[in-house]
């Protein structure tokens, strides 16, 4: 059974940064894509960015730049990495294993200006 667990959220200010952590169980983490999602008050849930390895990645328009997917097969951890946060990068974020189709429970991110 995969599980997966977000961490890393918290209250940052316009212009910073934060890391989140996406911990994996229950899968062959190595063989499988991973994505971050993310929902922001009021709104549907976005793909923000995918990995199936480490040079292969895709990014939303609005993160191109500033955010950055990586893993660790050997932890079994996905990471985001965000940089120059926005106020509008506020909302929920969100792991998930593209292969079953699990998410994370989340974690949410506030950017204030």
């Known amino acids: 059974q995969v599980r997966l667990v977000e961490s890393g959220g918290g209250l940052v200010q316009a212009g910073g940064s934060l890391r989140l952590s996406c911990a994996a169980s229950?899968?062959?983490?190595?063989?499988?894509?991973m994505e971050w999602y993310r929902q922001a008050p009021g709104k549907q849930r976005e793909l923000v960015a995918r990995?199936?390895?480490?040079?292969?990645?895709v990014y939303a328009d609005s993160v191109k730049g500033r955010f950055t997917i990586s893993r660790d097969n050997a932890k079994n951890t996905l990471y985001l990495q965000m940089n120059s946060l926005k106020p509008e990068d506020t909302g929920i974020y969100y792991c998930?294993?593209?292969?079953?189709?699990?998410w994370g429970q989340g974690t949410q991110v506030t950017v204030s200006s």
């Open positions: 990995i199936i390895s480490a040079d292969s990645t």
């Open positions: 229950g899968s062959i983490f190595s063989l499988n894509g």
């Open positions: 998930k294993e593209r292969r079953s189709g699990v």
